[in-house]
């Protein structure tokens, strides 16, 4: 079974700062998803990460397989971006289903 | 046009009650799942079906029943209804039932269990 541990829990921060959120898993996989889920609660996929990096807008992904380790970039941030940021990863063994962590609450005041 | 939709959006019934979600997906993918996001917002999945065919079915006691008349189609029927039943029901899509592929997930159904 695959654990999936997100830090941090919950992330304040100014306007314009730069945000990291990590992620970590303890067995091997075949893809690492970020997910956002708005304070409406409607849920979006942002990234899926197999390997490398993947950039959308000011958001950045990487993920480095030897480490089981993922993490998450907001560049300038901006109020709107305050929401709950959720990793979940697809287990090498079992390429149907998805573990989710427990979710990264930011705040981003202005 | 909503590429996820599910019915309804809030659902409010009392304890032994038998309730049914609709979810459907005009994306033309080929895996549907049903997703649970309790109090403390942990998503955990419950079912998925690939082409009309059941290929997950996690620890979910057998009061929940899924069904898929169709691919563009999944819906989630619940007999006996329970208190700890309450929670936000998610519909997701995706392309494959690969891990690979992105999901896309409906605006969710509240059930509150009274």
């Known amino acids: 079974k695959n654990e999936v541990e997100q830090s941090p829990q919950n992330l304040t921060a100014q306007e314009g700062e730069f945000i990291t959120i990590n992620c970590s898993y303890s067995v091997g996989i075949s893809a690492l998803h970020w997910l956002q889920q708005h304070p409406g609660g409607g849920i979006v996929s942002l990234f899926m990460l197999s390997s490398g990096k993947k950039k959308h807008g000011r958001l950045i992904a990487t993920i480095n397989i030897q480490e089981k380790h993922s993490s998450l970039h907001i560049t300038a941030s901006h109020p709107r971006d305050s929401a709950v940021y959720i990793c979940a990863v697809g287990g090498e063994g079992s390429n149907y289903k998805l573990t989710f962590g427990k979710g990264t609450l930011l705040t981003v005041n202005p | 046009d909503t590429a996820v939709s599910q019915t309804p959006k809030y659902l409010v019934t009392q304890m032994g009650n038998d309730k049914s979600i609709k979810c459907e997906q005009n994306l033309g993918h080929d895996t549907m799942y049903w997703y649970k996001q309790d109090s403390k917002k942990f998503l955990k999945i419950m079912f998925s079906y690939n082409n009309k065919e059941l290929i997950i079915n996690e620890t979910v006691p057998n009061r929940f029943s899924p069904k898929s008349p169709d691919k563009a189609h999944l819906n989630l029927h619940i007999n006996s209804l329970e208190l700890g039943d309450s929670a936000v029901y998610f519909c997701?899509?995706?392309?494959?039932?690969?891990?690979?592929?992105?999901?896309?997930f409906g605006p969710g159904t509240r059930l509150t269990v009274t």
């Open positions: 997701a899509s995706s392309r494959s039932s690969q891990v690979l592929y992105e999901q896309y």
